[in-house]
């Protein structure tokens, strides 16, 4: 496998193993995307990503993690979507956003004025929050309200319905993200979960959210169309969620239409000892991969193409989604085929720059 492989996932083919990793803007009034995320996406799909997936989207209102995150909960908000959606089209890149709850790490500030802080105070903060069980994620962190079961559905039917904004819009793409201590992550792992219903205690219960919201968008979102699914693949803490668990939701999910597990992981707990360094997170879409027979994505600190190259030639993982290297270069891609001597597609108007 190498990095500008095409890869054909149902009646989607993207042109290189390369995406661009959903990255939280925090500049959006009322959920909708304007010029700056025109340019910011725009640019990576120019630059030569095979995808580029939005930001965390929120489903609901209380879902954003900031008052500045974008949504996809109604039609305003689909409407504005749907130029950036077309303008990643006309580059050749696949787009899909990242649909999302932010559970109990809703309502929080931007980076800029102090991430992690709750909003509560700030303008365009929310209550409650909302989570599995009353347990926060910090002891600064608000109280979230338990969901009751109609919480759930409705959560579910959001995610329903904004894949089904998104199929309007003419996205080729979606991820779930149950990643980072949001809202479905919350639900999976033991250490948050303490819930004493259908939705707690065993895995079957605890993975059963994760599972009612993969079936509902597979619903509403074409069989031709992939779907990913972002998992936390360990909580990198002792009794929490670990890498055999996502092997066996990777088979749960697998025959419910997800078509490829983006391997992150923790984000449930604040303090876990995570083994931060380049590629950490590359062993876990290796072992989901192997374990699950499926298409991964591996992510966390890819940075140079040789690495991004030697992932996909080891079989480690099917795609490589890079985040921070993405905003230091939006060009990267290009950089990548040039530097690998690998055929890329480049924009007309910067062939001159190919070799
Ligand atoms: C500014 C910023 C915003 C992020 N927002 C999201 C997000 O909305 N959804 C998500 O799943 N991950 C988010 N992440 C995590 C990235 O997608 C990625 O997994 C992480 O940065 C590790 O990859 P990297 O080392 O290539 O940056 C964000 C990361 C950064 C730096």
Redesign the pocket.
């Known amino acids: 496998m190498n990095l500008f492989d095409p890869l054909q996932i149902r009646d989607v083919t993207f042109r290189n193993r390369i995406a661009v990793?959903?990255?939280?803007?925090?500049s959006s009034i009322d959920g909708a995307v304007d010029d700056w995320h025109l340019v910011h996406l725009g640019a990576r799909a120019a630059g030569g990503a095979g995808a580029v997936?939005?930001?965390?989207m929120a489903v609901v209102p209380e879902g954003r993690?900031s008052p500045f995150?974008l949504g996809l909960w109604n039609d305003t908000q689909a409407e504005a979507l749907a130029r950036v959606v077309r303008f990643v089209h006309a580059q050749g890149a696949v787009f899909g956003p990242?649909l999302?709850h932010a559970g109990f790490k809703a309502s929080t500030q931007t980076?800029w004025q102090g991430h992690g802080k709750t909003a509560e105070a700030a303008e365009g903060g929310w209550t409650p929050v909302y989570g599995p069980s009353a347990k926060p994620f910090s002891p600064s962190s608000l109280e979230p309200v338990a969901m009751t079961a109609e919480d759930i559905a409705r959560v579910v039917r959001a995610f329903a319905e904004a894949a089904g904004r998104a199929l309007e819009t003419g996205c080729n793409l979606l991820?779930i993200?149950a990643?980072?201590g949001?809202l479905l992550h919350e639900f999976l792992t033991p250490l948050v979960n303490l819930r004493t219903d259908e939705y707690g205690g065993t895995f079957e219960n605890r993975t059963r959210l994760v599972r009612e919201v993969v079936v509902a968008v597979r619903e509403v979102w074409p069989e031709r169309l992939p779907l990913w699914l972002?998992i936390s693949g360990t909580d990198w803490s002792r009794g929490g969620w670990t890498v055999e668990d996502s092997v066996a939701l990777a088979m749960m999910v697998k025959p419910l239409g997800v078509d490829l597990i983006?391997c992150?992981s923790g984000g449930a707990v604040p303090r876990a000892e995570i083994p931060v360094g380049p590629g950490y997170?590359v062993g876990l879409s290796e072992q989901v991969r192997r374990g699950a027979g499926m298409l991964t994505g591996a992510?966390?600190?890819?940075?140079s193409p040789q690495q991004a190259q030697a992932i996909l030639a080891r079989e480690q993982a099917d795609v490589v989604?890079?985040?921070?290297?993405?905003?230091r270069d939006p060009h990267w891609p290009l950089r990548a085929a040039h530097e690998l001597k690998q055929e890329a597609a480049w924009p007309v108007q910067y062939e001159r720059a190919k070799w």
Do not use: W
């Not at 989604?321 to 905003?327: A, K, N, S, W, Y």
């Open positions: 990793s959903p990255m939280c803007q925090y997936l939005t930001e965390a993690i995150d990242q999302a980076p991820e993200h990643a980072h949001y972002r983006d992150s997170q992510v966390g600190l890819i940075t989604l890079l985040g921070r290297e993405m905003l």
